[in-house]
Nanobody, 121 residues
Framework: VQLQASGGGLVQAGGSLRLSCAAS????????RGWFRQAPGKEREFVAA????????NYADSVKGRFAISRDSSKNTVYLQMNSLKPEDTAVYYC???????????????WGQGTLVTVSS
């Protein structure tokens, strides 16, 4: 059972990136999925989450209007489209999964490895 994140890289401020998180070894059927990030010297923080059906999403205030989370359940993959990136978005981004909605917002049960996003000014 693995969550594999990809899509990170170096981008200039104002640019865009799309992160992907593919699940393997399990269908994660019924699981909510989410993204967290950890900037250098800071604690890990919630970024965005989406329910299994995709009908409900939740975003951190710092990314509302700029980031969009989506999922393709047929591919067991979740995406994070990041637009209008700012230097303060620089962090390692982690994908996560949990069957409980409240947990995906705070302390998910399953974690993937991180992918580094660097936004230059």
């Amino acid at each position: 059972v693995q969550l594999q994140a990809s899509g990170g890289g170096l981008v200039q401020a104002g640019g865009s990136l799309r992160l992907s998180c593919a699940a393997s070894g399990s269908t994660f059927r019924g699981y909510a999925r989410g993204w967290f990030r950890q900037a250098p010297g800071k604690e890990r923080e919630f970024v965005a989450a989406i329910t299994w059906s995709g009908g409900t999403t939740n975003y951190a205030d710092s990314v509302k209007g700029r980031f969009a989370i989506s999922r393709d359940s047929s591919k067991n993959t979740v995406y994070l489209q990041m637009n209008s990136l700012k230097p303060e978005d620089t962090a390692v981004y982690y994908c996560a999964a949990d069957p409980r909605w409240i947990a995906i917002l705070t302390d998910p049960r399953k974690w993937g490895q991180g992918t580094l996003v660097t936004v230059s000014s």
